[in-house]
């Protein structure tokens, strides 16, 4: 019973290697063939957490970045900020899906109307920041790092948003 129990679970359950996708995230920012493989693994996940979801918004945007095609890569936009909308509604308060969101909205230039939530994920990722210890947030400590430098050289950031960005511990 417990083998049968074992193979019948292991058919549907599937575990994702997160920092593995993370690190591929990177590298698909550069590189069109890696944000196609990236692209095709998080969309085979059926009912994906938020992260993964948040991810794939990401990598749906960045085909955006890789099309050459104007109205390919507004539908790219159009889609992967439809996703990550999701991940965000799903769980506001995971820091990683809102500043992902964050980081598009940075680049994306702002007349084409995606970048709406910019200040507001700005806001909520200092308030989590400011309000929990960063072990509670459940973050692994480079991303944590990376993204109070990325917040920090943004030019999107007060004078007293800098000050308590500058005081997380990483």
Not at 50 to 66: D, E, F, T
Request: hydrophobic content about 40%.
């Amino acid at each position: 019973m417990g083998i049968l129990f074992s193979l019948f679970t292991s058919n549907f359950t599937k575990v994702y290697d997160i920092k593995k996708i993370r690190e591929d995230y990177i590298t698909a920012i550069n590189s069109s063939d890696k944000t196609d493989e990236l692209y095709s693994q998080l969309s085979a996940i059926k009912s994906p957490e938020p992260i993964l979801l948040a991810y794939l918004g990401s990598v749906q945007a960045l085909k955006a970045k890789h099309a050459w095609n104007p109205v390919s890569k507004l539908s790219y936009l159009k889609q992967g900020f439809k996703t990550i909308n999701a991940a965000v509604a799903k769980a506001p308060n995971e820091i990683e899906v809102r500043f992902l969101r964050y980081s598009l909205e940075y680049y994306v230039p702002s007349f084409l109307g995606f970048s709406k939530n910019l200040h507001s994920d700005k806001v909520k990722i200092i308030e989590l920041l400011q309000k929990q210890h960063p072990i509670k947030l459940d973050i692994d400590k480079t991303i944590l790092k990376n993204m109070i430098y990325f917040m920090v050289h943004s030019d999107e950031c007060t004078p007293e948003e800098l000050a308590i960005l500058k005081k997380i511990p990483v």
